[in-house]
């Protein structure tokens, strides 16, 4: 079993930047992949990036180039650095865990509860 607890999100202006923090805690966080994922009201949910065990990355298109995941292994933490934020990335952002890297929400073991990110025009 692995928990996820999510911390970081607010109000933000567009052109803002904020950082999310994921925290683990259970099974070894090394093993895992860790992905990132939001859900704006009335959509569904959809993936933002993903960072390997090694530290590989990988992003949506939507947000190549603004937004940088990582990870430090000894704190079991994965982070989500956004910049340039615009109104349309408001959503509740979810951290998830894998054993496989994948963009898709069913290739995820674990969720974290999510927390809200909003930016105003």
């Known amino acids: 079993q692995v928990e996820l607890v999510e911390s970081g999100g607010g109000l933000v202006q567009a052109g803002g930047s904020l950082r999310l923090s994921c925290a683990a805690s259970?099974?070894?966080?090394?093993?895992?992949?860790m992905g990132w994922f939001r859900q704006a009201p009335g959509k569904e949910r959809e993936f933002v990036g993903v960072?390997?065990?090694?530290?590989?990355?990988y992003y949506a298109d939507s947000v190549k180039g603004r937004f940088t995941i990582s990870r430090d292994n000894a704190k079991n933490t994965v982070y989500l650095q956004m910049s340039s934020l615009k109104p349309e990335d408001t959503a509740v952002y979810y951290c998830?865990?894998?054993?496989?890297?994948?963009?898709?929400?069913?290739?995820?073991?674990?969720w974290g509860q999510g927390t809200q990110v909003t930016v105003s025009s």
């Open positions: 259970g099974r070894t966080f090394s093993n895992y992949a």
């Open positions: 960072i390997s065990w090694s530290g590989g990355t």
């Open positions: 998830a865990a894998s054993r496989v890297v994948g963009t898709t929400t069913p290739r995820y073991d674990y």
